[in-house]
């Protein structure tokens, strides 16, 4: 396969793990920090800054972006942190969609969609998330330590009349926060005929080990409210690229529901993606702190060949079989998640 790389078009992955998983999904967070401090994600004091020379500089990212394309990676998505802080996020997605790359997501907490959206579907996303917790202002407030509701609710509104192709809703679930709510946000979603998802808290670092351990809310629990609500949700097959979310029909609308259960249903062996971090780290799991550094190989003179190589070999070697959140959680607690992107 690496014979080929740059040669011709690339039709199925070159990135392959030792038990039989390709990767064609990338995560790219493009900066650490955030305008957010969600209680679940950021410690109360917000985030550590990181200078300017140990992140990628954007023609960095273009280069990496270039080879994971030439390598089957045909879905990339931009987080954080916060993606639309990054002053550069539009050059950004237009180099995933100048390499070819056919699905090109951004994840976003929403404060900045209202004068982003249109920008973005301009460049090339077709595919959006956005984090809503709740629609209490005081329990966003809470949540996000300070966050406008009404912002985000406007940035959404920006986003469905900009006709971003697809629009989901992640509602991290917080049994105290928003255990009572689940019906209120999804009826929001089929208001607006999009998407949500519910995501169970993971023990990532020391902010979501904390909400894991007084906050934990499974998504069969969440499944439950919702289908007292909206009557029996019918379970759609999924595409191969949809990631991790156990996805189901609501009655006679058009919004689909979804579940992600890194805790209670673990979904690794499917796992097709893997993270570069703003500091050019590349993470083959969420759940652990080491990855192959890629930020010194793409300042030196290698090429982009040599660092393809080193890619292939790295997610080879490395790319673990599952997460450890159960088993070893001293692990996961050692992982910031702002660096990682979700």
Same mark, same amino acid.
């Given at each position: 396969m690496l014979q080929r790389f740059l040669a011709e078009p690339i039709r199925e992955s070159a990135l392959a793990d030792q038990f039989g998983r390709y990767v064609t999904y990338l995560?790219?967070?493009?900066?650490?920090?955030?305008?957010?401090?969600?209680?679940?994600?950021?410690?109360?004091?917000?985030?550590?800054?990181?200078?300017?020379d140990d992140h990628l500089q954007?023609?960095?990212?273009?280069?990496?972006?270039?080879?994971f394309s030439g390598l089957g990676v045909r879905h990339m998505r931009f987080t954080g942190g916060?993606?639309?802080?990054?002053?550069?996020?539009?050059?950004?997605?237009?180099?995933?969609?100048?390499?070819?790359?056919?699905?090109?997501?951004?994840?976003?907490?929403?404060l900045l969609l209202g004068r982003h959206a249109e920008a973005l579907r301009q460049a090339g996303v077709n595919n959006l998330n956005i984090s809503l917790d709740s629609l209490d202002p005081e329990v966003f407030a809470r949540?996000?330590?300070?966050?406008?509701?009404?912002?985000?609710?406007?940035?959404?509104?920006?986003?469905?009349?900009?006709?971003?192709?697809?629009?989901?809703?992640?509602?991290?679930?917080?049994?105290?926060?928003?255990?009572?709510?689940?019906?209120?946000?999804v009826e929001y979603a089929i208001q607006r005929g999009i998407d949500i998802r519910f995501i169970e808290t993971m023990p990532l670092g020391e902010a979501g080990a904390g909400a894991q351990d007084v906050q934990f809310l499974s998504a069969a629990e969440a499944q439950q409210v919702v289908e007292q609500q909206f009557g029996p949700l019918q379970l759609v097959t999924r595409p191969a690229d949809?990631?991790?979310?156990? +996805?189901? &029909?609501?009655?006679?609308?058009?919004?689909?529901?979804?579940?992600?259960?890194?805790? *209670? @249903?673990?979904?690794? =062996?499917?796992?097709?993606?893997?993270?570069?971090?703003?500091?050019?780290?590349?993470?083959?799991? +969420?759940? &652990?702190?080491?990855?192959?550094?890629?930020?010194?190989?793409?300042?030196?003179?290698? *090429? @982009?060949?040599?660092? =393809?190589?080193?890619?292939?070999?790295?997610?080879?070697?490395?790319?673990?079989?599952?997460?450890?959140?159960?088993?070893?959680?001293?692990r996961s607690a050692r992982v910031f998640m702002m660096r990682l992107g979700g």
């Open positions: 995560r790219i967070s493009v900066t650490e920090h955030c305008n957010f401090r969600c209680n679940y994600c950021s410690p109360e004091e917000g985030t550590p800054f990181f200078a300017r954007a023609e960095e990212y273009d280069r990496l972006i270039r080879v916060e993606p639309l802080i990054h002053p550069q996020i539009l050059s950004l997605v237009g180099s995933a969609r100048r390499h070819g790359v056919g699905k090109i997501s951004i994840s976003t907490n929403g949540v996000t330590r300070g966050g406008d509701l009404q912002r985000v609710l406007n940035g959404i509104e920006a986003a469905i009349i900009a006709e971003i192709p697809r629009i989901k809703l992640n509602v991290v679930l917080l049994r105290q926060d928003n255990g009572n709510d689940l019906p209120a946000l949809n990631g991790p979310a156990r +996805l189901y &029909q609501l009655p006679a609308v058009r919004s689909q529901v979804g579940f992600i259960t890194p805790i *209670s @249903d673990n979904f690794c =062996a499917t796992c097709n993606r893997v993270r570069l971090t703003a500091a050019g780290r590349l993470v083959h799991c +969420l759940g &652990q702190d080491n990855g192959l550094e890629l930020l010194p190989l793409i300042r030196g003179s290698n *090429s @982009d060949r040599q660092i =393809a190589e080193a890619i292939i070999q790295g997610i080879w070697r490395d790319k673990p079989e599952r997460h450890q959140f159960v088993n070893d959680p001293s």
